[in-house]
């Protein structure tokens, strides 16, 4: 069983802002899996299919960004599935606009989505992929996360997310390091 969730907040307000790039990516997958969220369970928008015999679940929690650990623990929990089956895709503000980073483990590094999911799934120790929504110094943190992607990132947005779905669908049939090994270089 795989279990890829993307972290963002539901609603149009925060359509295409740069917390939502998890969000994004699980757009892109869903169209690579050949699914589209069509349901809503365990407080996410929900999506399951069988691909290179893997049971696949796609998940975009409702609970908004900080309560993302809830959502994967509810669907965690009716599955028995365990952190090796999960990865969690999100934005991190360490990483230049269009750059990714595939890691196994690791801290929150701030970023309240994951410190919800570390608190609610009980370890750091899940697979990660990383999507760079870079910083500005100028403006503060919530603000810049919850802003939207200037018109000169767009293409570099695009390539992250299209590259951040690719390296999650690979990971269906290749292992996580075979995976970062292959994706950390692009």
């Not at 790039?21 to 050949?34: I, P, Y």
């Not at 699914?35 to 996410?44: H, I, L, M, P, R």
């Not at 992929?129 to 992607?149: A, S, T, Y």
Request: charged share 30%; net charge positive; glycine share 8%.
């Amino acid at each position: 069983m795989k279990i890829f969730v993307g972290l963002g907040n539901p609603g149009k307000k925060y359509e295409n802002t740069r917390h939502n790039a998890g969000f994004m990516v699980m757009d892109e997958l869903a169209k690579l899996c050949e699914v589209s969220f069509d349901q809503e369970k365990y407080s996410a928008y929900f999506a399951k299919t069988k691909l290179k015999g893997e049971d696949v679940i796609l998940l975009k929690p409702t609970t908004y960004m900080n309560n993302s650990g809830f959502a994967l623990r509810q669907c965690m929990d009716f599955y028995k599935a365990s952190p090796e089956d999960v990865t969690v895709i999100y934005d991190d503000v360490d990483l230049p606009v269009g750059k990714i980073r595939l890691r196994q483990k690791g801290s929150a590094g701030g970023h309240n989505g994951i410190k919800s999911i570390i608190q609610c799934i009980f370890t750091s120790e899940f697979d990660r992929i990383r999507v760079g929504v870079g910083k500005d110094p100028q403006i503060d943190m919530i603000n810049w996360v919850l802003g939207k992607f200037r018109e000169e990132e767009q293409k570099d947005l695009k390539n992250a997310v299209k590259n951040s779905a690719k390296a999650a669908y690979y990971s269906i049939d290749h292992s996580f390091m075979d995976t970062m090994n292959l994706y950390n270089k692009k």
